[in-house]
């Protein structure tokens, strides 16, 4: 085992990403070490049951999940599946809805992973043309940043999906160590295909890093920004530059 584990409990890692960050690569990886247990957008079915959001295959998810947020919560700060030493938790900011508590936040180890919005623009637009500031997650990534900062009384660990992607060793290494683990190899490549962990929602998102087998080397790109979201641009262009000033590097 390469985890760390203090007393009985697990290492927990709550990675907050907005949609579109390749935090579902970030799932394979840390999913492919022997010691973790993965859980998928835990909040993902209580999210479309209040909010009804027009998502691919929601009444499925909300079918198939768990609508209690504070089953969510209990579960999310419990012992990991399989009795695991680590416990790494894939979760999108957006989910995170207002009247959910932020006091749990305080027993896991909580990480934040950031993408420029141009790319994330570019890749969510393919599926919804008209994304606000709040659907991008943004606003909330910052939110929980700054709560758990207050919490903790330290920066917690940032790393941006660019860097990621140009040298994974590298940023998964500094990853690792900022949360106590050793970095293992088995986070670089992963068998393609979908997993019994991912959610019922696969079979609609996870199209391309089904095919992957490890992180692929970014390609220049030449997204542009539609005019009619360019003030959903420069919103969330402030908020990944606030949080880039902190990222491992």
């Known amino acids: 085992m390469i985890g760390r584990m203090t007393g009985s409990a697990p290492t927990r890692i709550a990675m907050w990403s907005g949609p579109r960050n390749i935090s579902t690569a970030m799932m394979r990886s840390w999913g492919n070490r022997p010691d973790t247990a993965v859980v998928d957008e835990p909040f993902y079915a209580h999210y ?3 909010t009804r959001a027009d998502h691919p295959g929601a009444e499925e ?5 768990e609508r209690d947020w504070e089953k969510v919560v209990r579960a999310l700060a419990g012992d ?6 680590v416990f790494y938790q894939k979760q999108m900011t957006h989910h995170f809805l207002p009247h959910i508590s932020r006091a749990w936040l305080r027993d896991v180890t909580n990480c934040f992973l950031i993408r420029d919005p141009r790319e994330v623009i570019a890749s969510y637009t393919k599926k919804n043309h008209e994304p606000t500031v709040e659907d991008l ?6 939110e929980i940043f700054d709560i758990v900062r207050l919490q903790t009384g330290t920066v917690p660990p940032v790393v941006d999906a660019k860097d990621v992607l140009e040298n994974p060793r590298r940023t998964l290494t500094l990853l690792c160590q900022a949360v106590g683990l050793e970095f293992s190899d088995a986070m670089l490549s992963w068998a393609p295909g979908l997993r019994e962990t991912d959610g019922v929602w696969a079979k609609h998102w996870y199209t391309e890093v089904a095919t992957s087998t490890g992180f692929r080397s970014p390609s220049p790109s030449h997204a542009e920004v539609p005019a009619r979201l360019e003030s959903v641009y420069a919103t969330c262009r402030g908020i990944y530059e606030r949080l880039a000033q902190h990222r491992l590097r």
């Open 48 to 50: 479309l049951d209040v």
């Open 61 to 65: 998810v909300i079918a198939a999940g």
């Open 80 to 85: 990991a599946p399989n009795g695991r030493p």
């Open 137 to 142: 997650g943004f606003r909330q990534q910052a």
